[in-house]
């Protein structure tokens, strides 16, 4: 028997963040004893350290290895997780206690030392929410072994939300000799705190990686929910299988084999503007998703149905009715035949179609596209890339984040305008905006919130900082045997799941 569960509302972009299909098995080795649960996801995992990339796939190595100060829950509300907290009358100055029992996963206590140098290297990644919080913050001390004191310049209203966010740069702990490593390097070694540990001998990148039960971890008391609670390890071992072709791990959910199955730049701002007008969302989600049932047309930056929602600035996406306004805006814009060089995932199911619809429109609006196939690992290591397409750099790709990830101009990683001293790819240099999202931070009422909400995302659309093409949901799917399936927030979590023989 299949279960069947629309579990994630993702938000579809040209140049913004990912997120993943994945199927489990579990089975128990007659030899061993031991209960190996086998996930098949979405894009191999290469890059283990997950303060160094915003991809999906490695933030949920990150939740699988390491753990967090702060939970939530699916209320959005901030939770304790490895830490409690107080905060001072001036809100000026917020205390976490470390709970009992933690430890690393080679045997040393952790200790607030270590916390503050994690926040320290998460504070200087390219997560937007993260540096803002910096931004703000006047100093982070450790007052004893389990104390941290977290000082603030003036009063800041996200604080918590901002530690305790699940996407897309999370602020994982790790000891205190790995985190003083530069954001620019890679950490040498994968020690957390969290439920699993990281098998590092077994791990064969573009293969398999592997994660043993943490027999060390001391859950919380309450139960699961999201990123909060109680992450109770059921399995003893859980292996990361690559197989690229959804429609096999699909026949193996049918079959039984498998349990579980997840998710069946320009410089030109006009000639920016062009592309963006001959882009239509239908036709995107039509290719990509298909059924009406599981996606919806939105303009909004801050996803449809929610308190910061609108649809001003997108209202050619939605109605498809731009072309012949692109096909001008690009004569006007004075383009001069230059290709556009699109990166192209082969092997990402809900990545592979956008590229080639949008690449047919381009050229429909009088653009030469160069559309470059590659696997979705290349992707993720070429956009870093800051140097001029012919020089191995890029003018688009497509990839889509978690609702989650795109409530506010805060979370949202690509809405950052600090150009290359800390923006996400892409580099959007824009100091109005910048000035909007400090205005949205130091907001105190949901009206004056919803306000600069609208202005951050008139500036968004006027200089293309990316390009919403839509919502869906991805349906989710898991044999009857499985219990303690978590929903999340776009996240797969493996504590909680367990499978009756």
Not at 18 to 46: C, H, I, Y
Request: charged share 25%.
């Amino acid at each position: 028997m299949v279960h069947v569960s629309r579990r994630k509302l993702l938000q579809l972009a040209a140049v913004a963040p990912s997120a993943l299909p994945l199927a489990w098995t579990s089975v128990v080795s007659a030899a061993t004893g031991k209960k190996t649960l086998s996930a098949v996801m979405q894009s191999d995992l290469r890059v283990t350290d997950p303060g160094f990339t915003t991809a999906i796939i490695t933030r949920d190595h990150g939740y699988m290895v390491y753990d967090t100060l702060l939970g939530i829950d699916s209320s959005f509300k901030v939770q304790p997780q490895m830490a409690d907290w107080t905060v001072s009358a001036d809100k000026l100055t917020y205390t976490f206690t470390l709970r009992d029992g933690l430890k690393w996963h080679d045997g040393a206590p952790v200790t607030a030392e270590d916390c503050v140098a994690s926040l320290k290297r998460w504070g200087t990644s390219v997560d937007g929410m993260a540096r803002k919080l910096m931004d703000f913050t006047a100093g982070i001390e450790a007052a004893d072994a389990k104390t941290i004191v977290f000082k603030l310049k003036e009063p800041y209203g996200l604080v918590l939300e901002t530690i305790a966010k699940p996407s897309s740069v999370c602020a994982f702990m790790m000891p205190k000799r790995l985190a003083e490593t530069p954001i620019t390097k890679q950490i040498p070694e994968q020690i957390g705190s969290g439920p699993f540990r990281f098998v590092a001998a077994e791990f064969q990148p573009g293969v398999k990686a592997v994660y043993e039960k943490n027999t060390d971890y001391v859950p919380r008391k309450e139960p699961a929910e999201w990123t909060s609670g109680g992450k109770v390890a059921k399995v003893d071992r859980v292996e990361w299988i690559t197989m690229p072709d959804a429609q096999t791990a699909l026949n193996a959910l049918q079959s039984g084999d498998v349990d579980f199955v997840e998710t069946p730049p320009f410089d030109n701002v006009k000639i920016r503007r062009a592309a963006m007008l001959a882009i239509n969302q239908k036709d995107v989600l039509d290719a990509q998703i298909g059924n009406p049932k599981y996606y919806k047309l939105c303009g909004a930056f801050f996803i449809c149905d929610t308190p910061l929602a609108s649809d001003a600035g997108g209202e050619t996406l939605i109605k498809g009715n731009g072309m012949a306004d692109a096909r001008k805006a690009l004569a006007e814009a004075g383009y001069d035949g230059t290709p556009v060089v699109i990166l192209a995932p082969t092997d990402q199911i809900l990545l592979k179609a956008q590229p080639v619809v949008v690449a047919q429109l381009l050229r429909d609006a009088g653009f030469k596209v160069d559309l470059q196939a590659m696997d979705w690992q290349t992707v993720v290591t070429r956009r870093a890339i800051q140097k001029p397409p012919k020089e191995g750099g890029w003018n688009m790709f497509f990839t889509y984040q978690g609702a989650a990830d795109s409530l506010n101009p805060l979370v949202n990683v690509p809405m950052v305008g600090k150009g290359t001293s800390g923006g996400w790819y892409g580099w959007s240099e824009d100091p109005k905006l910048e000035e909007l999202r400090d205005s949205f931070a130091r907001a105190t009422s949901p009206e004056e919130r919803k306000k600069i909400a609208l202005e951050v995302q008139k500036e968004a659309y006027d200089q293309v900082i990316y390009v919403p093409l839509g919502q869906f949901q991805a349906p989710s799917a898991w044999r009857k045997s499985l219990t303690g399936v978590i929903d999340g927030p776009a996240t797969p979590m493996f504590w909680n799941v367990d499978k009756n023989e």
